[in-house]
């Protein structure tokens, strides 16, 4: 028979997909992209089922026994997995040993670990405490929780930052707004649904926010030429953060930090 005579066939859509995180694109500079920016380490937590990577213990958590945790993942973890480290065992009586030398608490709801968006606005949006903005030159982290926007969810839109100062105490932590509709919000990972979003801070309100902590006090001039008073930025990815916030801040006042 004539191939030209064959009935046509669906073509099938390629997804392009992240083995460390099994995060799916449409499009392989999506892929490309999110490989980029993710720096997949060896410090973040896995599944001892799938070996996914997660941000944290918490996305962890919710990815063995959250609401959207993965069946085969959520099983087999019912069945040999330890409710407070999140080990999973080979046995049922493996795993019964262990619990009698687990020494770790148990862990708080996600509820009550991220604290609604009221509290959060009260929390964040009041004045920087005067004894910090008084102090001179220092680094400042910064950490931002994306979200996606776009027909297929890939576009990174900032919902969630956070900066530390050198003793690791939070100075600035909010919700954020995003400037398009959220199409995915990336549960599994960020925590994030519908309501933490629903009273966030308008963006250009954490910027300035962020400007006053990192300016302190300098002159826009001075800034650029020797920094002066301004502070260091530290972060993983700053470009993608600070790109994400719409946000410009000198080259000579970041530092980053690489993972091997």
């Known amino acids: 028979m004539d191939s030209d005579s064959y009935p046509p066939t669906k073509a ?9 995180c099994y995060k799916q694109y449409k499009k392989k500079e999506h892929l490309v992209e999110h490989m980029k920016i ?8 896995r599944c001892a089922v799938c070996q996914k990577h997660c941000k944290s213990f918490e996305s962890l958590r919710e990815h063995l026994t959250g609401p959207l945790a993965k069946t085969n993942c959520l099983g087999i973890f019912s069945d040999r997995g330890c409710d407070l480290c999140l080990e999973v065992f080979d046995s049922p009586s493996s795993l019964n040993k262990h619990r009698e030398m687990c020494c770790l608490s148990a862990p708080a709801s996600l509820a009550t670990e991220i604290p609604t968006c009221t509290e959060s606005q009260i929390y964040v949006s009041g004045s920087i405490d005067e004894s910090y903005a008084c102090k001179g030159g ?5 950490d931002c929780e994306m979200v996606g926007g776009g027909s297929d969810g890939s576009l ?3 919902a969630r930052v956070c900066l ?9 932590h909010s919700y954020v707004q995003p400037q398009i509709p959220v199409t995915n919000y990336r549960y599994e990972v960020t925590g994030l649904t519908e309501k933490h979003l629903r009273d966030a801070m308008p963006l250009k309100e954490v910027q300035n926010k ?23 930025l530290v972060g993983h990815s700053l470009d993608h953060d600070l790109d994400c916030l719409r946000m410009f801040y000198p080259d000579h006042l970041l530092r980053y930090i690489y993972i091997r």
């Open 156 to 158: 990174d839109l900032c």
């Open 12 to 20: 099938l859509t390629t997804r392009y997909k992240c083995y460390a």
């Open 38 to 45: 993710s720096y997949h380490s060896a410090h973040q937590p």
């Open 210 to 232: 962020i400007l006053e902590i990192l300016y302190n006090g300098e002159s826009i001039g001075k800034l650029r030429l020797s920094g002066g008073n301004a502070r260091l």
């Open 138 to 142: 220092e680094a400042v982290a910064i």
């Open 164 to 172: 530390l100062d050198e003793d690791e105490n939070i100075i600035f």
